[in-house]
Each structure stands twice: as C-alpha cells, then as structure tokens.
C-alpha cells in the first residue's frame, strides 16, 4: 500500500490509468485489506485472486 504523498501534487494522474487490470484489481479488492502484525497487507484470498 502506497503512503499519501503520491496523492499530494496530483501527478498521480499522469502515473496511474484507472483501466488498467491491475489498478481495476486494487480499487476491487480494497476491502479485503487487513492488518497482520502491524502492517496492512492484502488477504491471502485477494493475493490469490
């Protein structure tokens, strides 16, 4: 997980289509985010696909 500051000048837009595959799989899997020994990481469900 990325921290803010790719978000803090907007340049984010330049750096990141939304339809691609892979950030189509992020923004669907978002929820299945957990935190396991103090850090966030995607379930083994949604790294699994």
Do not use: M, T, W
Request: net charge negative.
């Amino acid at each position: 997980v990325l921290d803010g500051s790719l978000f803090h000048d907007c340049s984010y837009v330049e750096r990141f289509d939304p339809d691609q595959s892979d950030i189509k799989y992020i923004f669907e899997n978002f929820g299945d985010i957990e935190i396991v020994d103090d850090a966030y990481k995607y379930s083994d469900e949604a790294l699994n696909g």
